[in-house]
């Protein structure tokens, strides 16, 4: 199996591209399907394609073989078509990181009892050039669901989408101040578009698809050329943000919507104001057209919408009901009626005709941000504060389905014109395609259905216990990853979590503020603990003695508890606005605390008294760790930094760079030479401590929020806030 990759690697530059590039398609002219589906299962040729070329130019060998009439039996198609899916699910991170391909595969294939398929990942479990983390249980997203592919390149939030009315492209525009054009046939971007006025918060596309105006948190709209990548006229007028745009289908108008609760009507053609739209009592956050152009509907914070007379400037009709800001509004393809989306977790259909409510659809868990229509009328698409996707029956009232974005909040939503596909975006930076005639998940991912917030593993390996924002803690075979117990009755969600060295008990804390220990041989309560006043952020527990330390979120104390007695002793009283994080020697004897203020302290736990406090991190420190020897302690923060410190002197050692956003938390190898550090980044990284280099990282679907290793030293487990559970083994390191 390893020749190809020899004879790939002794092929000259020039030669090995052009062979990647062109062998797909010489063996489909040659009708040699059996050697195509080879070539397509083969892992060398995968990786070598990817690592020389690129992750779509793999992707479009499967469309050779899949639609080029070979005689592929239908095993082979099916196999070629979920491999296919798997690669086009992983591109965005196949794109910056190349050396992630076994990872990602395993981690959506794992389940497929395929043969060919499970001797590709064979394949790749069998590399032995480079340290890597290999998935254990399947934790990414499977091919065969809704998810088609994810878009990444944004720095920050995403507030507006666009379609072209080919569907061929899609704009978005982020927090980070760029539009982004992209190809929603191959995921590539082709162009980025930077707004003079900073943060972009809605987009409209002109009827021929050349042209698009955005508005801003600036208090102006930009009209820009697509094809030059030019802005062509600002226009001003508004005092406040613009929050909505839609272009009228003369495509020589627009209408905008802005935080001063007024409307606007522009000329494109010559960049000026036509009319100002005046009647809601606050910021109009949504506006659509009908059809015809001759009518604008408008959704404001103040509850209600409003329809108007676009040649006129009169109010026509205000429609009332909305319990909360109204966000979004879509028009009907036939222009009857409008769905407006709301604060108060509805939606709501209109007839614009009468002004009458039609219909009100629940089931959103928060928020409604974005609503869209689909081209024949007859569904709509809406988007949520919850995370979630809905589909809705318009004739029947029902919900068609929900699909678990796995984000935390939806809140920009555009369909393709084909009704069949829809896009949408989320504070967490990404755009997602996704297939609406396919169901969700087709498998069982390994977690929660929240956010999970801590991990922790017993001592002797066995098993793993995740607390998690949905309210539960569940205990974990670490050996299989299947799910032993889950611990209910919580009336708050489960902040953070320990285990005594023993391995009998299990310490967690709330957002309410309390901790209970629970007993793992019986899976009870033993007791609840109270003196907290705000949600507790960590615990450590001693590994000699019943000693457990707790912080919480606004309170600028230390805890120290008594498990045996279930007793608090006297607090202790940091110099700090708050203390954010905290670690134990084993010994019990020494607590190591971050800070909001970028702050690491030593504390003296037997005398009560701080022995040092030294300014580590420019912000908040999120994680630490000690080591198991008590020499040296690791910190990690919203800096982005991890800084080794020696733990007596609190001297610096030592600083650790390679995440680009926050350090949520931090672990170390029972050795004490490696460390584990998880971020906002969606990735899971592993460091040689000795040299700070980078030996093997991870890349989630969400930001990793919790880490642990075990015993071994070379499994790890990492919490998304996803909800999922990443169970991974560390290979090819060699331990001198």
């Given at each position: 199996?390893?020749?190809?990759?020899?004879?790939?690697?002794?092929?000259?530059?020039?030669?090995?591209?052009?062979?990647?590039?062109?062998?797909?398609?010489?063996?489909?002219?040659?009708?040699?399907?059996?050697?195509?589906?080879?070539?397509?299962?083969?892992?060398?040729?995968?990786?070598?394609k990817i690592f020389y070329l690129a992750p779509e130019q793999l992707i479009k060998d499967y469309d050779i073989a899949l639609y080029k009439n070979l005689s592929l039996p239908e095993s082979q198609v099916e196999s070629l078509k979920l491999i296919q899916s798997a690669i086009r699910l992983s591109a965005h991170v196949l794109e910056k990181y190349k050396s992630q391909l076994s990872g990602?595969?395993?981690?959506?294939?794992?389940?497929?009892?395929?043969?060919?398929?499970?001797?590709?990942?064979?394949?790749?479990?069998?590399?032995?050039?480079?340290?890597?983390?290999?998935?254990?249980t399947p934790s990414l997203t499977p091919p065969g669901g809704s998810l088609v592919r994810t878009l990444s390149g944004h720095q920050d939030e995403i507030w507006a989408i666009a379609v072209t009315p080919d569907g061929r492209h899609a704009l978005c525009g982020s927090s980070d101040g760029t539009?982004?054009?992209?190809?929603?046939?191959?995921?590539?971007?082709?162009?980025?578009?930077?707004?003079?006025?900073?943060?972009?918060?809605?987009?409209?596309?002109?009827?021929?698809?050349?042209?698009?105006?955005?508005?801003?948190?600036?208090?102006?709209?930009?009209?820009?050329?697509?094809?030059?990548?030019?802005?062509?006229?600002?226009?001003?007028?508004?005092?406040?943000?613009?929050?909505?745009?839609?272009?009228?289908?003369?495509?020589?108008?627009?209408?905008s919507g802005s935080a001063d609760g007024t409307l606007k009507l522009w000329?494109?053609?010559?960049?000026?104001?036509?009319?100002?739209?005046?009647?809601?009592?606050?910021?109009?956050?949504?506006?659509?057209?009908?059809?015809?152009?001759?009518?604008?509907?408008?959704?404001?914070?103040?509850?209600?919408?409003?329809?108007?007379?676009?040649?006129?400037?009169?109010?026509?009709?205000?429609?009332?009901?909305?319990?909360?800001?109204?966000?979004?509004?879509?028009?009907?393809a036939n222009g009857k009626e409008a769905i407006s989306g709301s604060a108060d977790?509805?939606?709501?259909?209109?007839?614009?005709?009468?002004?009458?409510?039609?219909?009100?659809?629940?089931?959103?868990?928060?928020?409604?941000?974005?609503?869209?229509?689909?081209?024949?009328?007859?569904?709509?698409?809406?988007?949520s504060a919850d995370g979630t996707l809905k589909v809705w029956d318009l004739e029947s009232a029902t919900e068609v389905k929900t699909i678990n974005t796995r984000t935390?909040?939806?809140?920009?939503?555009?369909?393709?014109?084909?009704?069949?596909?829809?896009?949408?975006?989320?504070?967490?930076?990404?755009?997602?395609?996704?297939?609406?005639?396919?169901?969700?998940?087709?498998?069982?991912?390994?977690?929660?259905?929240?956010?999970?917030?801590?991990?922790?593993?017993?001592?002797?390996?066995?098993?793993?216990?995740?607390?998690?924002?949905?309210?539960?803690?569940?205990?974990?075979?670490?050996?299989?990853?299947?799910?032993?117990?889950?611990?209910?009755?919580?009336?708050?969600?489960?902040?953070?979590?320990?285990?005594t060295a023993d391995g009998q008990w299990a310490i967690s804390g709330f957002g309410d503020g309390t901790l209970k220990l629970w007993d793992l041989t019986d899976r009870t309560v033993s007791f609840s603990l109270s003196g907290h006043t705000s949600t507790v952020t960590a615990i450590a527990v001693a590994e000699r003695g019943q000693k457990v330390v707790s912080v919480s979120v606004s309170e600028s104390i230390l805890k120290v508890w008594n498990l045996e007695q279930g007793t608090l002793q006297p607090a202790l009283s940091i110099q700090t606005n708050s203390v954010q994080t905290v670690a134990?020697?084993?010994?019990?004897?020494?607590?190591?605390?971050?800070?909001?203020?970028?702050?690491?302290?030593?504390?003296?736990?037997?005398?009560?008294?701080?022995?040092?406090?030294?300014?580590?991190?420019?912000?908040?420190?999120?994680?630490?760790?000690?080591?198991?020897?008590?020499?040296?302690?690791?910190?990690?923060?919203?800096?982005?930094?991890?800084k080794l410190w020696d733990l007596a002197t609190g001297k610096e050692l030592k600083t650790l760079i390679g995440h680009r956003e926050w350090i949520n938390a931090v672990a170390l190898t029972p050795d004490g030479r490696r460390a584990v550090s998880v971020s906002n980044d969606n990735t899971l990284k592993v460091w040689d401590l000795e040299s700070g280099a980078v030996i093997a990282d991870f890349i989630g679907e969400s930001v990793l929020l919790c880490c642990a290793v075990t015993p071994d030293g070379v499994t790890i487990v990492a919490g998304e806030a996803s909800g999922r559970l990443h169970f991974l083994r560390l290979e090819g390191v060699k331990d001198e």
């Open positions: 199996m390893r020749n190809l990759a020899t004879r790939l690697a002794e092929m000259p530059a020039d030669q090995r591209r052009a062979t990647l590039g062109s062998l797909p398609t010489h063996l489909a002219k040659a009708a040699r399907a059996e050697k195509l589906h080879f070539l397509l299962t083969n892992f060398d040729f995968m990786e070598a990602q595969l395993l981690g959506r294939l794992l389940t497929f009892p395929q043969p060919d398929i499970q001797s590709m990942l064979k394949q790749a479990k069998s590399q032995d050039t480079t340290s890597w983390l290999r998935p254990l539009v982004k054009l992209w190809d929603l046939g191959s995921g590539i971007e082709l162009l980025t578009l930077t707004s003079h006025q900073g943060w972009v918060n809605t987009i409209a596309v002109t009827p021929d698809g050349q042209y698009a105006v955005f508005g801003s948190r600036g208090s102006t709209l930009e009209l820009w050329d697509l094809r030059r990548g030019t802005e062509l006229v600002t226009l001003n007028g508004h005092s406040k943000q613009v929050n909505a745009v839609a272009v009228i289908p003369d495509w020589k108008r627009a209408i000329d494109l053609e010559i960049g000026i104001e036509l009319l100002t739209l005046i009647g809601h009592k606050n910021m109009v956050k949504a506006v659509a057209v009908t059809p015809d152009g001759k009518k604008a509907i408008s959704g404001s914070a103040d509850g209600t919408l409003k329809l108007w007379d676009l040649k006129s400037g009169e109010e026509l009709n205000t429609l009332t009901g909305h319990q909360g800001w109204v966000n979004a509004v879509a028009v009907t977790g509805t939606l709501k259909l209109w007839d614009l005709r009468s002004g009458a409510e039609l219909l009100t659809l629940t089931g959103h868990q928060s928020w409604v941000n974005a609503v869209a229509v689909t081209a024949d009328g007859k569904e709509a698409i809406s988007g935390n909040w939806v809140t920009a939503i555009a369909t393709l014109p084909s009704g069949r596909m829809a896009i949408s975006g989320s504070l967490d930076g990404t755009i997602k395609m996704w297939d609406l005639s396919k169901g969700d998940e087709q498998n069982t991912l390994t977690g929660h259905t929240k956010q999970v917030n801590s991990v922790a593993v017993t001592t002797n390996g066995s098993f793993v216990i995740s607390g998690s924002q949905d309210f539960n803690l569940k205990l974990w075979d670490l050996a299989s990853g299947n799910l032993e117990h889950t611990l209910t009755g919580n009336t708050s969600e489960v902040t953070a979590v320990a285990i134990i020697t084993k010994d019990g004897q020494w607590s190591f605390l971050g800070c909001e203020d970028g702050s690491l302290k030593l504390w003296d736990l037997s005398k009560n008294y701080q022995v040092y406090s030294q300014q580590g991190h420019i912000d908040r420190v999120l994680a630490v760790a000690v080591t198991p020897d008590g020499q040296r302690a690791l910190s990690g923060g919203e800096d982005a930094k991890l």
